[in-house]
Every structure is written in C-alpha cells, then in structure tokens.
C-alpha cells in the first residue's frame, strides 16, 4: 500500500498541466524540475520525485494533493494507512448494501442523478454485462427488470464496496436527504443503516435542519470506543415504546442545534409521554390535565422512585434530585421553549441549553423505563 500510494498521487497529478507541473510538485515539498522533464511524461516527473522521499512524506502530501485533486481511489489509500481514523469493514459495507435494498435509493428522485452524483462514471464506463453499451444500461437493466436484489447490484456496479469511506459516508447522507423522502422513511432508513454502523464505531446523526426536517451527517463514536449517550438511550426507549416515545426523543434529538425553543419543549414532551406510558402499563389512572411534575410523581411512587418511600440519606437525596430535575425542566419549557408568547424581555436558548434539557430529559427517560422493566420482568 506504501508504494501504491506513490502513483495514486501521481495519477491525482496528472490533471495537471505538463508546463503547470513543476511549480505544483514545489509546492507539496518535492524536488524542483523543468518543463521539459514534466513534458516527457507528467506521471514519471512526479514518481522520480516521490521515489526520493521517507513514506511519512509520502502520507502528508498525499493528504494535500487529494484536498486539491479529488480522487477518490487516493482518499481510500489514506484512509487504509492512516494511524488514528478507523474504517468501515467490509462485511459493514455489504450489510449497509442489504439494509438499502429494502428502500427506494433516490427516494422521490431520479436514480441515476443520485448515481452520477457519486459516481460521475455511470453514463460513460463499459458495461460490466456485455460487449456494448455502458454501465447505465446495466443499472436500467436491473431496475426496469424487477431484479431481485436489485439496489444490492446496483451499488456493487458503481463501486459501494470499494470506494473510500469519505465517498461511502457522502453517498449515505445524500439517500437520507429530506428532499428525496418524506420524514418516516428517512427516520427508518437511519435507524436501520445506524444498525449495521455502530458496529465499526460510527453513527447517522441529525445534526441540522432545512425547512423543517432533519439533516444527518455520519459522525464518528468517542475515541474510547463506547457508543454515543444519544444512542444508549434510544435503544432502551425504542425497546420500551418504538413509535410514541421514540418519535418524542427523536424529535428531541432533530431540534436541538436548530430550533433550541422546540427541542426544550420536546425533551418535556418526551418525559410526558415516557410517564404517561408507565401509568397505562400499570392501569394507574390519570387526568389529561395532569402536568409534567404530577405525572413524573404517579409514575415515580408505582416504581418506588419517590424520596419519601426510602429512608437512607443518600437515596432519599438523589430521588429528590431527579424530581427536582423533572420540575425545573417542566419550569425550563414555560420560560423558554415554544408553546407560550413571550415579551419583549424574552431571552432566546441557545443550542447548549437545549442539549442540557435534552440530555436530563432523554437521561431521566431511560431511568424511568430501565426502572420499570426492571420492577416487571
């Protein structure tokens, strides 16, 4: 892979004007030269030069070159040799093609623009199923055919499987875009695609909003390995409850970078809802008036979770805690999230006082359903 990457980086070069070439090896740090020398043969210039020089060299002008030279057989090789970045495994890669066989790949979109975006290939490389025509009649082929299977091949056509994971994270966060499907489609394919790349440390994230609806981007796990809080607590409560309280967290989640106001307002929706969904299982009755603290106190005293059902100190205090947490953030959506006008004195949240309110409301959350499936089984 060392010596492979010496002429990935000269073919990443070789867009480069021969009168041109010279001046833009000088650049990256290699040996200068003549025009006349680049003129003969522009990928021997660049390769007698690379020849010279330490494969750590090598490695950081390589990462120049393929920030000014998109090449994505180049981005693949750094990401193979780079020391701290971790990859996604092969069988990850074919689980991911299997998990999106199940849906539409453009959505309410044209294919092959989605395709051709990615791989601007598609309308001119040589069919890999017959002597004529190009690789876009193959993928017609499949689609218009009704194959079983068919997004599979499709994707092992354009190159899924082996083309670099800045590519393959590219391709996965523009089938999940807002314009090519509506919001429970596109909640259904990250949950499901999130499935397969936990296990290589990476997760579909909702990390901004356009008119309204999610934007998700491929972020990588802590340096430690452990999975996200986000994603811990999804779990328990998709385990719990996958449609009422999980779409509250995921609202919770969608909102708090771009519209703290109603994520404040959805993290108290959540632990409503969470509380409200232990008093049914429990037959406990309630009033549709009953606010956040009232609901959180009913479910608390059916899970044993009230202060004044424990006598030593230090329980009695962190309960007290977690109802105090409960309160403030029933306070904290009144003040400040959506659902009441405000003044002219009225101060806006910020994205970190949404992601605390989130993060107490999705923690509490998860303590309560934990509790409960603890106290039932």
């Given at each position: 892979?060392?010596?492979?990457?010496?002429?990935?980086?000269?073919?990443?070069?070789?867009?480069?004007?021969?009168?041109?070439?010279?001046?833009?090896?000088?650049?990256?740090?290699?040996?200068?030269?003549?025009?006349?020398?680049?003129?003969?043969?522009?990928?021997?210039?660049?390769?007698?030069?690379?020849?010279?020089?330490?494969?750590?060299?090598?490695?950081?002008?390589?990462?120049?070159?393929?920030?000014?030279?998109?090449?994505?057989?180049?981005?693949?090789?750094?990401?193979?040799?780079?020391?701290?970045?971790?990859?996604?495994?092969?069988?990850?890669?074919?689980?991911?093609?299997?998990?999106?066989?199940?849906?539409?790949?453009?959505?309410?979109?044209?294919?092959?623009?989605?395709?051709?975006?990615?791989?601007?290939?598609?309308?001119?490389?040589?069919?890999?199923?017959s002597f004529e025509g190009t690789l876009e009649d193959d993928i017609w082929g499949?689609?218009?055919?009704?194959?079983?299977?068919?997004?599979?091949?499709?994707?092992?056509?354009?190159?899924?499987?082996?083309?670099?994971?800045?590519?393959?994270?590219?391709?996965?966060?523009?089938?999940?875009?807002?314009?090519?499907?509506?919001?429970?489609?596109?909640?259904?394919?990250?949950?499901?695609?999130?499935?397969?790349?936990?296990?290589?440390?990476?997760?579909?994230?909702?990390?901004?909003?356009?008119?309204?609806?999610?934007?998700?981007?491929?972020?990588?796990?802590?340096?430690?390995?452990?999975?996200?809080?986000?994603?811990?607590?999804?779990?328990?409560?998709?385990?719990?409850?996958?449609?009422?309280?999980?779409?509250?967290?995921?609202?919770?989640?969608?909102?708090?970078?771009?519209?703290?106001?109603?994520?404040?307002?959805?993290?108290?929706?959540?632990?409503?809802?969470?509380?409200?969904?232990?008093?049914?299982?429990?037959?406990?009755?309630?009033?549709?008036?009953?606010?956040?603290?009232?609901?959180?106190?009913?479910?608390?005293?059916?899970?044993?979770?009230?202060?004044?059902?424990?006598?030593?100190?230090?329980?009695?205090?962190?309960?007290?805690?977690?109802?105090?947490?409960?309160?403030?953030?029933?306070?904290?959506?009144?003040?400040?999230?959506?659902?009441?006008?405000?003044?002219?004195?009225?101060?806006?949240?910020?994205?970190?006082?949404?992601?605390?309110?989130v993060n107490l409301a999705g923690s509490m959350a998860m303590f309560l359903v934990?509790?409960?499936?603890?106290?039932?089984?």
């Amino acid at each position: 892979m060392k010596s492979q990457i010496r002429h990935l980086v000269a073919q990443a070069l070789y867009v480069v004007k021969a009168h041109s070439l010279p001046a833009a090896c000088e650049r990256y740090g290699l040996e200068p030269g003549e025009e006349g020398e680049a003129f003969q043969s522009k990928n021997q210039y660049v390769m007698r030069r690379l020849q010279k020089i330490s494969d750590e060299k090598v490695f950081r002008i390589a990462q120049e070159v393929v920030k000014d030279f998109p090449n994505d057989a180049l981005q693949a090789a750094i990401e193979s040799l780079g020391k701290n970045g971790r990859l996604v495994s092969d069988i990850t890669r074919h689980k991911l093609a299997e998990t999106l066989n199940k849906f539409s790949l453009a959505g309410k979109r044209d294919l092959l623009e989605l395709l051709g975006k990615h791989w601007p290939d598609v309308r001119s490389k040589a069919s890999a199923r017959s002597f004529e025509g190009t690789l876009e009649d193959d993928i017609w082929g499949i689609v218009s055919g009704g194959v079983v299977g068919g997004n599979r091949q499709v994707l092992e056509l354009v190159g899924f499987l082996s083309c670099s994971q800045a590519k393959l994270f590219q391709f996965l966060e523009d089938v999940v875009y807002p314009i090519r499907r509506d919001a429970s489609e596109q909640e259904s394919i990250v949950e499901e695609l999130n499935r397969s790349l936990r296990y290589d440390g990476f997760l579909l994230k909702p990390t901004s909003r356009v008119s309204g609806h999610a934007v998700y981007r491929v972020e990588e796990v802590s340096a430690n390995g452990e999975r996200p809080a986000d994603e811990l607590i999804s779990q328990a409560l998709i385990s719990f409850d996958g449609v009422g309280v999980n779409e509250a967290w995921r609202k919770a989640l969608g909102r708090r970078a771009e519209d703290p106001e109603g994520a404040i307002t959805a993290a108290k929706t959540l632990l409503e809802t969470v509380c409200k969904h232990i008093l049914d299982e429990l037959n406990v009755t309630y009033g549709e008036a009953d606010d956040l603290p009232k609901l959180y106190a009913s479910a608390a005293t059916q899970l044993k979770l009230s202060p004044d059902q424990h006598s030593e100190k230090v329980f009695k205090t962190i309960l007290g805690n977690c109802q105090s947490v409960v309160g403030n953030l029933a306070g904290l959506r009144n003040k400040l999230g959506d659902s009441h006008g405000q003044g002219k004195r009225y101060v806006r949240p910020q994205s970190r006082h949404a992601e605390l309110a989130v993060n107490l409301a999705g923690s509490m959350a998860m303590f309560l359903v934990s509790t409960f499936e603890a106290r039932t089984a």
